[in-house]
């Protein structure tokens, strides 16, 4: 009988101290999410008023409590930006776009990636003098085989002004992913911005099939004479590339000095202002 309310006792003993352990823990999660929101709110008004360092530190400390918050790395990335930090601003922009929902969920957020994915090809673009950055990408991509990594070295060669290049990139995006509308979009109109209207007028065709309801491609198709309608929809005959689809041999010594494309306001996004708050 005692040994019996001895293993009673011992089991709500256990349980109890199971479930203070529970408890503990739950707490000490909900304490980590709590300081990785402050440091993250405390980083954003040392952004917005200008205080860059002191804004690094609050979202280095976000992270450490929340390594997988791709929105603290994005406020990161700026911070490290505005600082001239630009091998760490890219470093943190990767970051943020590898962490990020994928498009369509829930927690996606659009505006958030768009920025981050042009900010970073712009600095390294704009600021990579040896090469270094734009070997990493080209070495990301040949290994992923990422329709999306193709697609940013389009983008970084298209702010060089290296039309060649940039098309190359392009082209070879969409040759992995047909269905990426984005990379179908970005190639059509940098080729009409290009005045190489025969191959845009494929691409934007293409491009009009995965999404008839996007302006920029319905602009771009009546700019060079196609209106937008049932008979694009139509299936052609398969046409030979006007362009192998290869990547450039030497993307680091690529010409700077090539034909810089006209503006446009359907070209990649113009540099964003800083988020605020």
């Known amino acids: 009988m005692n040994r019996s309310i001895n293993r009673i006792v011992s089991g709500a003993m256990a349980m109890g101290i199971a479930g203070a352990l529970l408890v503990s823990l739950v707490g000490c999660g909900s304490d980590v999410l709590t300081w990785s929101k402050e440091a993250k709110q405390q980083g954003i008004q040392d952004y917005n008023?200008?205080?860059?360092?002191?804004?690094?530190?609050?979202?280095?400390?976000?992270?450490?409590q929340s390594p997988m918050d791709p929105e603290s790395e994005y406020w990161l990335a700026l911070s490290y930006e505005q600082m001239q930090s630009y091998h760490e601003s890219i470093d943190a922009y990767?970051?943020?776009?590898?962490?990020?929902?994928?498009?369509?969920?829930?927690?996606y957020n659009a505006a958030m990636h768009d920025s981050a994915f042009?900010?970073?090809a712009r600095i390294v673009a704009r600021n990579d003098p040896t090469g270094r950055?734009?070997?990493?990408?080209?070495?990301?991509?040949?290994?992923?085989?990422?329709?999306?990594?193709y697609r940013l070295l389009g983008w970084?060669?298209?702010?060089?002004?290296?039309?060649?290049?940039?098309?190359?990139?392009?082209?070879?995006?969409?040759?992995?992913?047909?269905?990426?509308?984005?990379?179908?979009?970005?190639?059509g109109i940098y080729l009409e911005q290009l005045n190489q209207n025969q191959e845009a007028g494929q691409v934007l065709r293409d491009a009009y099939r995965l999404n008839q309801n996007?302006?920029?491609?319905?602009?771009?198709?009546?700019?060079?004479?196609?209106?937008?309608?049932p008979s694009l929809l139509a299936r052609q005959p398969q046409q030979q590339a006007t362009h192998p689809l290869l990547l450039p041999p030497d993307p680091v010594g690529s010409d700077q000095n090539g034909p810089t494309p006209a503006a446009s306001t359907e070209g990649p996004a113009p540099e964003l202002p800083a988020p605020r708050n």
């Not at 200008?50 to 979202?59: L, M, Q, S, T, V």
């Not at 039309?163 to 179908?184: E, G, K, M, T, W």
């Open 214 to 229: 996007d302006s920029q491609v319905n602009n771009a198709l009546r700019r060079i004479g196609m209106e937008p309608g």
């Open 156 to 187: 970084v060669f298209h702010y060089r002004g290296d039309a060649d290049s940039a098309l190359d990139n392009y082209r070879h995006s969409v040759q992995i992913d047909p269905s990426n509308f984005v990379a179908q979009r970005e190639l």
């Open 118 to 120: 042009d900010r970073l």
């Open 49 to 64: 008023d200008g205080r860059y360092a002191e804004a690094a530190g609050a979202f280095s400390n976000a992270i450490r």
């Open 133 to 149: 950055e734009t070997d990493l990408i080209v070495q990301t991509a040949a290994q992923s085989r990422s329709s999306e990594d």
């Open 94 to 107: 990767k970051t943020s776009l590898r962490l990020m929902p994928a498009p369509g969920t829930v927690y």
